[in-house]
């Protein structure tokens, strides 16, 4: 299976028939995906199954409607367990970015974590998940492919950098963490839930 949001709406690419009542369930080639983005965009569903038995050819082709943009971010956690948090565009995120040339998704996450927070020896732990989303990028509707990694620092002073929008950059205790994900992205919520499966 493959969710991709636009906005907050899953696109959810799948093979299979179970449990797929929350959305309308569409053979996938029935559909034409830039309508289906059209119509998600538009709010004239709030999520929807796309269906293929075959799902990796079919997912090959839905990304071939899209530029694909790889990207690696991190959820950090420090020594106190509070997390770090980005404030950009009126929604709580977390620092992420586009893998730059000869790059690792690894060493991009990595980067972008000290790029856009100001935080200093990070100890990259794991791999956490790939999530997807569709969104307009220089007049090209695209699909950013983000890596996510879990890390850590014993450091907790942050500098947000103000030039990327950012205009805090603050670790959150565990209390506060639910509230924040109130006002985020779906994408960061999903990487929450599989953390806390």
């Known amino acids: 299976m493959y969710k991709v949001f ?3 709406s899953p696109i959810i690419l799948t093979d299979s028939f179970q449990n797929q009542n929350e959305f309308p369930f569409l053979i996938y080639k029935n559909v034409v995906p830039d309508e289906i983005i059209y119509k998600l965009s538009k709010n004239v569903f709030n999520g929807i199954y796309l269906y293929d038995m075959d799902l990796e050819p079919c997912w090959k082709d839905f990304k071939s409607h899209f530029k694909v943009i790889i990207a690696g971010g991190g959820l950090v956690q420090n020594s106190k367990k509070e997390t770090l948090f980005i404030y950009r565009g009126n929604k709580w995120d977390l620092p992420k970015g586009k893998v730059e040339k000869g790059e690792s998704v690894e060493k991009t ?3 972008e974590v000290k790029e856009e927070c100001g935080i200093a020896n990070l100890i990259l732990k794991e791999f956490i998940i790939t999530t997807y989303h569709i969104f307009y990028y220089d007049n090209v509707l695209s699909l950013k492919e983000t890596h996510w990694f879990l890390m850590y620092t014993d ?4 500098q947000p950098q103000l030039d990327e929008g950012i205009t805090i950059a603050e670790f959150k205790p565990k209390s506060e963490v639910d509230l924040a994900l109130k006002n985020s992205y779906a994408n960061i919520q999903l990487i929450f839930n599989y953390l806390t499966k």
């Open 6 to 8: 636009i906005n907050n």
């Open 109 to 111: 996450a990595l980067r």
């Open 155 to 158: 450091h907790s002073k942050t």
